[in-house]
Nanobody, 130 residues
Framework: QVQLAESGGGSVQTGGSLRLSCVAP????????LGWFRQAPDKAREGVAF????????YYADSVKGRFTISQDNAKNTLYLEMNSLKPEDTAVYHC???????????????????????WGKGTQVTVSS
């Protein structure tokens, strides 16, 4: 089973910063929709930030706009999530995901439904204390 390799995460205080990384196999990374979902205890999974790799187009949930930045390094098949001005409500397990190949487009790469995502990382905990 193909799995994405995540790193980063940890514990910070309100206002702090963290960076997540996600490495994907080349065939999954190229020309595909990748990004992060998060899930807090007793809450539904939420799409956070997404990028369509060849186009470079990005999408952010309203809750993280202006604070989080998703970026890519095509030479390393890696995407990053820079998280600034963190709040306690950002506390969750963050999962890197990649869509099934040739199912999403730059326009539909929004994380509206995780059902389109077939490849996942194990998840990394982000904890923001007040």
């Amino acid at each position: 089973q193909v799995q994405l390799a995540e790193s980063g995460g940890g514990s910070v205080q309100t206002g702090g910063s963290l960076r997540l990384s996600c490495v994907a196999p080349r065939r999954i990374y190229s020309g595909n929709c990748l990004g992060w979902f998060r899930q807090a205890p007793d809450k539904a999974r939420e799409g956070v930030a997404f990028i369509f790799t060849d186009a470079g187009s990005t999408y952010y949930a309203d809750s993280v706009k202006g604070r989080f930045t998703i970026s890519q390094d095509n030479a390393k098949n890696t995407l990053y999530l820079e998280m600034n001005s963190l709040k306690p409500e950002d506390t969750a397990v963050y999962h890197c995901g990649a869509s099934w190949e040739r199912t999403l487009t730059p326009r539909t790469c929004t994380g509206e439904s995780s059902n389109w995502f077939g490849y996942w990382g194990k998840g990394t905990q982000v904890t923001v204390s007040s």
